[in-house]
């Protein structure tokens, strides 16, 4: 059966920086989408970053130009390096794949919490 484990979390004053990680155990392949989402306490889960087998990255406007999302295949591992990091980032983060056509799968982590705060 395969998990997804993060790691990386913690408490961060604004400006610090974190690097999330996100591993996959267990048989896994082919993965069409990595991806990021956040959810904040009275909010919906949102997707904050995705990057694609080809290595397509999306980002939403409120990170970009300050989180990076890249991935490696052989390791089965997704990571998410945070920059400049703001109050309005705290929230539990979870880390998610896919994998499209017949063979679909969506696995989602256990989530991570972030909290930006001095």
């Known amino acids: 059966q395969v998990q997804l484990v993060e790691s990386g979390g913690g408490l961060v004053q604004p400006g610090g920086s974190l690097r999330l990680s996100c591993a996959a155990s267990?048989?896994?392949?082919?993965?069409?989408?990595m991806g990021w989402y956040r959810q904040a306490p009275g909010k919906q889960r949102e997707l904050v970053a995705s990057?694609?087998?080809?290595?397509?990255?999306n980002y939403i406007d409120f990170v970009k130009g300050r989180f990076t999302i890249s991935r490696d295949n052989a390791k089965n591992t997704v990571y998410l390096q945070m920059n400049s990091l703001k109050p309005e980032d705290t929230a539990i983060y979870y880390c998610?794949?896919?994998?499209?056509?017949?063979?679909?799968?969506?696995?989602w982590g256990q989530g991570t919490q972030v909290t930006v705060s001095s």
């Open positions: 990057i694609t087998s080809g290595g397509e990255r």
């Open positions: 267990g048989s896994i392949s082919s993965i069409d989408v």
């Open positions: 998610n794949f896919q994998r499209f056509g017949y063979f679909r799968l969506n696995y």
